[in-house]
């Protein structure tokens, strides 16, 4: 609504976030104008014509691999603050890769090799789930030996890092009409 006022595009609206902004973007992105993440404002357009998650979590669900019992157990105690085995539905829902669609954006996915927060695997297995749906590009980078939140402090990644998300940005609107229903 007020997008123009802050010298935006209205017609070119893309999201990004890291680790549970990642996750955030990319949930966000996946589920344009869905009831159950706009009350009270349903008639809003929540479509997106970009997303460009970094080192995000993409599955709430699975309980198996490396340190999956522990991020179930953080979920219930201080984010979901409901128990998984009673709530799976919950938890499926908040997945992205559980999300993934067609009619998705195009994506660009970014993840350290390194990540000990967040393993790379999920940037993986999210970017893969997406590539055999999506009839949109999903571009993904992986950074060689790069830890969670790579791109925070002022680097030479964190530089070619930006720079990278710009030109996706550039060529997602170069190539793109305005896909937004205003």
Same mark, same amino acid.
């Given at each position: 609504e007020h997008i123009a006022e802050y010298g935006g595009d209205p017609d070119?609206? *893309?999201? /990004? =976030? #890291?680790? *549970? =902004? =990642?996750h955030l973007a990319a949930l966000a992105a996946l589920t344009p104008d869905d009831p159950q993440y706009q009350p009270g404002f349903t008639e809003a357009d929540t479509s997106v014509v970009a997303a460009v998650p970094l080192y995000?979590?993409?599955?709430?669900? /699975? @309980? @198996? #691999?490396? =340190?999956?019992?522990e991020f179930i157990a953080f979920l219930q105690r201080l984010v979901v603050k409901k128990k998984f085995a009673t709530h799976r539905q919950v938890y499926l829902d908040a997945s992205p890769i559980t999300r993934v669609r067609a009619d998705a954006p195009p994506f660009f996915v970014l993840h350290g090799t390194d990540d000990s927060i967040i393993p790379v695997t999920e940037g993986r297995e999210f970017v893969e789930a997406l590539r055999a749906v999506s009839t949109a590009p999903v571009a993904y980078a992986e950074m060689p030996h790069a830890q969670h939140a790579f791109d925070f402090? #002022?680097?030479?990644? *964190?530089?070619? /890092?930006a720079?990278?998300?710009e030109r996706f940005l550039s060529w997602v609107q170069a190539g793109s009409s305005p896909q937004r229903k205003n």
């Open positions: 070119f609206v *893309a999201i /990004t =976030g #890291g680790s *549970a =902004g =990642g995000g979590r993409y599955d709430w669900f /699975t @309980t @198996t #691999g490396a =340190g999956r019992k402090y #002022g680097s030479p990644r *964190a530089h070619y /890092t720079e990278a998300v």
